[in-house]
């Protein structure tokens, strides 16, 4: 997602990550990918939860997966120190403002991600009051 921060920062939208590992974990990995959002962590994976988010052993080490992990390595890309839970999938989601989701992708596997142009389009669509109530989300942390 840093590859479009700064155009979310154009369009007002703050970046916020949670992660399931410890709060070390989150400042070595801020600091390794220099990721400027916001951090939060959820070790009992209370958002993913939340956000129907996928888990599985399957869903990270599938052999659709490793084929798209081995694509990123000839790519330089390494995985680094594992943390948090290692099986949780993640996802993005746009929340606007009353709590609407104006997006969301949930990853299926490890490796998937979401287009990051559809992100920052939902970032940018009008904001309509008149969604209903299937779109209308409770705010995860105060």
């Not at 916020?16 to 994976?45: C, H, R, V, W």
């Not at 080490?61 to 949780?88: C, E, I, T, Y």
């Not at 993005?92 to 969301?104: E, Q, Y």
Request: with cysteine.
């Amino acid at each position: 997602m840093m590859d479009i921060k700064d155009e979310l920062d154009k369009d007002n939208v703050t970046l916020i990550a949670i992660g399931s590992g410890t709060p070390e974990q989150a400042k070595f990995f801020m600091e390794k990918y220099n990721f400027t959002g916001e951090m939060y962590m959820d070790p009992e994976l209370t958002s993913y939860k939340a956000f129907s988010l996928e888990r599985g052993f399957w869903k990270t080490l599938g052999p659709r997966s490793l084929v798209k992990g081995m694509k990123a390595m000839a790519h330089g890309f390494f995985q680094g120190l594992n943390a948090g839970d290692l099986w949780q999938q993640g996802g993005i989601f746009v929340i606007g403002p009353g709590n609407n989701l104006l997006f969301a992708y949930r990853n299926s596997k490890a490796g998937f991600h979401a287009n990051p142009d559809e992100v920052i389009a939902a970032c940018q669509m009008p904001q309509d009051s008149d969604m209903d109530d299937s779109e209308i989300i409770t705010p995860l942390m105060p």
